[in-house]
């Protein structure tokens, strides 16, 4: 297995070759042997701001999902697929997040791999279509099979996988909140009693 010292390297690699001048959001909290990795798409303009992820307005829908399985913000591993804000122009001339591009995803998939191998997490937690397809393109769209587990097999590694609904999508589709909540009692299920 890689070190973090090469991944750093590797990743400092990719941005000068595809995103020279912007900052590269890393993962953040509990590094060593987590219960959970919490897995998202890419950072927003909050968190590019600040260095790190689910900040913001997104920190506080990952506070939620923290009250409801009981850990801390610091007790978990939290990461994105894509480690660099995409965004784009807004009609009214400002700039926007928008989802990251299937080539994106490609440039950043082997770190994510990497990270999820060096992190070692008990699982992970994916949220929306984004990180479930890059571990795991078999996988139905996010409608579903959210709230089951998984597995994402990375080179030849099973991690066990529970992919949830992007907390963002709640707010534009408020009748997927019942789902994400029982998803989330899946998760702590699985902290309290194992499999
Ligand atoms: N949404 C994500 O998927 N990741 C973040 O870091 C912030 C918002």
Known sequence: ???WETWQAELDALMGEHFPGRRAVVGAGQRVHPPLMFIGEAPGGQE???????VGQAGQQLQGFLDAVGLKREEIWI??????RP???SPS???ANRTPTPQEVEWFLSLLQQEILMVHPGFLVTLGNVPLHALDPEAP???GCHGTWRKAVIHGIP????PLYHPASLIYRPVLREAYQQDMMRVKERLLHGE
């Open 141 to 143: 769209t996010i409608g």
């Open 79 to 84: 990461s994105n697929t894509v480690k660099v």
């Open 48 to 54: 590019e701001a600040q260095g790190t992820p689910f």
């Open 159 to 162: 991690i066990p996988m529970i």
């Open 1 to 3: 297995m890689g070190s």
């Open 93 to 95: 001339g400002s700039v």
């Open 87 to 89: 965004t784009r122009i």
